[in-house]
């Protein structure tokens, strides 16, 4: 999309105005902290850190049943130091880059994909006819579209795989007069949320209440009115922002600007949208029944882009060339998931990743239980700075904060609650999640815009969950 003015799309029947020219407030101030910038200022003081803190770890030892390493509770010892140099900082880079290959080409392929389909002009017809029929009642719009990823959320722990949506998304609430944020609002944001406090996510309480040796999905009834809570002040707040802020675009990008009925539908359009409904449908059945991950999906992506150029009439030559934009389009947003993982590993490298999560939870120990399970979430939360996967901090965290439980007299369910709320602050607002700045990079806004946005909400969740914490345990939730 150019900068310089107008941005004419020839599959959509008007001319819409760049979201970056448009002068709102928001548009006209600084686009604040630079992605890359930030990865690399916290990079380098994870490699200070491990100057600064005493080296340690705790042992592992591998269980054979699932093949995951876990912590040996008590263990943690002293190490000798092992600082990271200018050399080791410079080296955690591409080996970030590597460790995170798989996200890192599923970024790449889903975005090729999608600029195929958009190329063909299916989407921008599909858009026309929805905002012709439904434009004057956008919550309808929205609410429809959050659907999918309230079911993903729940129900998989539905994450990397939203970076697919988020062109489309732009598209959507570029033309309802909107801003991108509310993009990822609607997918990022609802998703996380859901997962966040779903009683039925098959990852995250797949992992932990096994660990704790309770049975899969126990704590159902109150996990249900948790998440109804939490799903009614996200989407409140939806739709509280998108009737506020619309009318700040709505004048150059909203459906008031299409006085025409659109052209009618066209059989290449509806076969392209047909591929990418069917493409989209693969991803989260197969996240959801086969348990596909990364590398699945990006396959899906591959024959999306293939299919689509075919029967949208780009030829093999077309389909290459804008296949190739794509990658271009998504090289920022790929290379920020790399250095985000070489976060980890320099502190991992410099052996402190462990002593950072004994000393957030050694304390815990002093304190009432109400206290302790509320400031094991915290605790819990803080670990997601360092560590934002959700597996990761889950076989690092447990195992101590088991036992630990056990010994204050807490019981093992709300252990696993604080581990799940945890993944609030894991998914929304830790600049550490490669992910999370790929997909606002990707938006075209700051992240400290996008903290902005989330302010509200995020507060307000956060405090649900605390709540969440100590109900549960007056109620003596097993």
């Known amino acids: 999309m150019s900068r310089s003015g107008y941005t004419d799309l020839p599959y959509m029947n008007v001319t819409v105005k760049a979201v970056d020219e448009i002068q709102t407030p928001e548009a006209a101030a600084p686009r604040g902290i630079d992605p890359l910038l930030l990865l690399g200022s916290i990079i380098l003081l994870a490699a200070i850190l491990t100057w600064v803190l005493p080296a340690g770890r705790f042992d592992r030892v591998t269980v054979?049943?699932?093949?995951?390493?876990?912590?040996?509770?008590?263990?943690y010892k002293f190490v000798p130091q092992h600082p990271v140099g200018p050399w080791g900082v410079l080296l955690a880079i591409p080996q970030g880059l590597v460790e995170a290959a798989e996200v890192i080409f599923y970024v790449l392929l889903a975005g090729g994909a999608l600029c195929v389909i958009e190329a063909t002009g299916a989407i921008g017809s599909f858009l026309n006819h929805l905002l012709w029929r439904y434009g004057s009642r956008p919550l309808l719009i929205?609410?429809?579209?959050?659907?999918?990823?309230?079911?993903?959320?729940?129900?998989?722990?539905?994450?990397e795989e939203i970076i697919a949506f988020i062109p489309l998304?732009?598209?959507?609430?570029?033309?309802?007069?909107?801003?991108?944020?509310?993009?990822?609002?609607?997918?990022?944001?609802?998703?996380?949320?859901?997962?966040?406090?779903?009683?039925v996510n098959t990852f995250t309480l797949g992992i932990s209440q096994p660990m704790a040796q309770l049975p899969?999905?126990?704590?159902?009834?109150?996990?249900?009115?948790?998440?109804v809570l939490a799903m009614a002040i996200w989407a409140g707040y939806l739709a509280w922002y998108a009737t506020r802020y619309r009318d700040l675009t709505a004048a150059a990008a909203g459906p008031d600007?299409?006085?025409?009925?659109?052209?009618?539908?066209?059989?290449?359009?509806?076969?392209?949208?047909?591929?990418?409904?069917?493409?989209?449908?693969?991803?989260?059945?197969?996240?959801?029944?086969?348990?596909?991950?990364?590398?699945?999906?990006?396959?899906?992506?591959?024959?999306?882009?293939?299919?689509?150029?075919?029967?949208?009439g780009l030829g093999w030559r077309g389909t290459s060339e804008h296949l190739c934009e794509g990658f271009r389009r998504m090289a920022l947003a790929a290379i920020?998931?790399?250095?985000?993982?070489?976060?980890?590993?320099?502190?991992a490298n410099g052996l402190i990743l462990d002593t950072i999560a004994n000393a957030l939870f050694s304390p815990l120990r002093h304190f009432s239980l109400g206290v302790s399970a509320v400031l094991m979430m915290v605790s819990e939360s803080a670990l997601a700075f360092p560590m934002s996967s959700d597996s990761g901090r889950a076989v690092m965290s447990l195992p101590v904060?088991?036992?630990l439980a056990d010994l204050l007299g807490l019981s093992r369910q709300m252990v696993v609650c604080a581990y799940q709320y945890s993944s609030l602050v894991a998914s929304l607002i830790t600049p550490t999640a490669g992910a999370l700045l790929a997909m606002v990079a990707m938006a075209r806004i700051s992240f400290t815009r996008w903290l902005r946005f989330l302010a509200v909400p995020f507060a307000a969740l956060f405090l649900l969950a605390a709540l969440a914490m100590v109900v549960g345990v007056r109620l003596g939730i097993q």
């Open 142 to 159: 929205l609410s429809a579209t959050s659907v999918l990823f309230v079911i993903g959320g729940a129900s998989y722990n539905m994450y």
């Open 64 to 75: 054979a049943a699932t093949g995951r390493t876990m912590v040996v509770p008590g263990s």
């Open 257 to 312: 600007s299409m006085t025409h009925p659109p052209s009618p539908w066209k059989a290449r359009d509806i076969a392209v949208l047909t591929v990418l409904n069917c493409g989209m449908l693969s991803v989260v059945l197969g996240g959801v029944f086969l348990q596909w991950g990364l590398r699945e999906f990006s396959a899906i992506f591959v024959l999306m882009a293939a299919a689509g150029g075919w029967v949208g």
């Open 216 to 227: 899969l999905f126990s704590g159902l009834a109150f996990r249900s009115v948790m998440f």
């Open 401 to 403: 904060l088991i036992p």
């Open 169 to 199: 998304l732009c598209i959507l609430v570029r033309r309802l007069g909107l801003r991108e944020e509310m993009a990822l609002g609607l997918s990022l944001g609802t998703a996380s949320v859901a997962a966040c406090f779903s009683p």
């Open 336 to 347: 920020l998931v790399g250095f985000a993982r070489a976060i980890s590993v320099v502190l």
